[in-house]
């Protein structure tokens, strides 16, 4: 998958006008990766099948407000950035957005496309960085997983290599003693001294190990 930021964003408009519509996806289609919903349950349907980066919504529609929409969509998709059309008389409808839809920004009607685009633009890059973090946050709790499973498997094959090493080692260390104790030969008595002190370091690289294992 290529950077976020390498292709255009996506835009979920939402207007119960056609001709509103229309005009919004002929003004940022260049820009944006548009797409338009002509009621507040169609928006939601397309919310269901696709990560959106900004949706933006008229208040005054039909069946399901500005206001409702942006709510559901701040429940289910808080990662996508929620904007609302209002008319400047309705500053009650902004404010009540900013409580329960907790939306970015606003736009007055009739909108001015320039200051649309910077706002847009300002949300996608917040957008971005959201997404970007989550990716980063993700990976970081995969790796702490994979190091604490690394470690719990080190951990199971150090005990077994040293429970494998002291039962031998131990019936090895008793021979060399019944050995020395009863021959008497120099040359046999050099060969069982150096059994003798390479069983004694295996002994203690066991007990070491052993001790690791249990820290």
Request: aromatic share 12%; net charge negative; proline share 0%.
């Given at each position: 998958m290529g950077n976020i930021e390498d292709a255009k964003s996506d835009i979920l408009f939402?207007?119960?006008?056609?001709?509103?519509?229309?005009?919004?996806?002929?003004?940022?289609?260049?820009?944006?990766?548009?797409?338009?919903?002509?009621?507040?349950?169609?928006?939601?349907e397309l919310l269901n099948q696709k990560n959106y980066a900004v949706i933006i919504s008229d208040q005054r529609m039909p069946e399901m407000?500005?206001?409702?929409?942006?709510?559901?969509a701040k429940a289910k998709y808080p990662d996508t950035l929620r904007f609302i059309i209002t008319a400047y008389?309705?500053?009650e409808i902004v404010v009540d957005a900013?409580?329960?839809?907790?939306?970015y920004g606003f736009f007055n009607k009739p909108?001015?496309?320039?200051?649309?685009?910077?706002?847009?633009?300002?949300?996608?890059?917040?957008?971005?960085l959201r997404i970007?973090?989550?990716?980063?946050?993700?990976?970081?709790?995969?790796?702490?997983?994979?190091?604490r499973d690394f470690d719990r498997s080190k951990t199971r094959y150090l005990y077994n290599i040293t429970n494998e090493i002291r039962s031998p080692v131990k019936k090895i260390m008793n021979a060399v003693h019944m050995l020395k104790d009863r021959i008497g030969?120099?040359?046999?008595?050099?060969?069982?001294?150096?059994?003798?002190?390479?069983?004694?370091?295996?002994?203690?690289?066991s007990s070491a190990a052993n001790q690791l294992v249990r820290l």
């Open positions: 939402v207007d119960d006008f056609e001709s509103n519509l229309i005009l919004f996806e002929a003004n940022f289609y260049q820009d944006f990766n548009v797409t338009i919903a002509n009621s507040g349950i169609k928006a939601l407000s500005g206001i409702e929409l942006l709510e559901i008389s309705d500053y900013i409580n329960k839809g907790e939306i909108y001015e496309r320039q200051a649309v685009m910077v706002s847009l633009t300002r949300a996608i890059e917040v957008y971005n970007s973090n989550k990716r980063m946050f993700d990976m970081i709790e995969k790796t702490n997983r994979e190091l030969s120099n040359d046999l008595g050099d060969l069982l001294f150096y059994l003798d002190s390479a069983v004694s370091r295996l002994e203690s690289f």
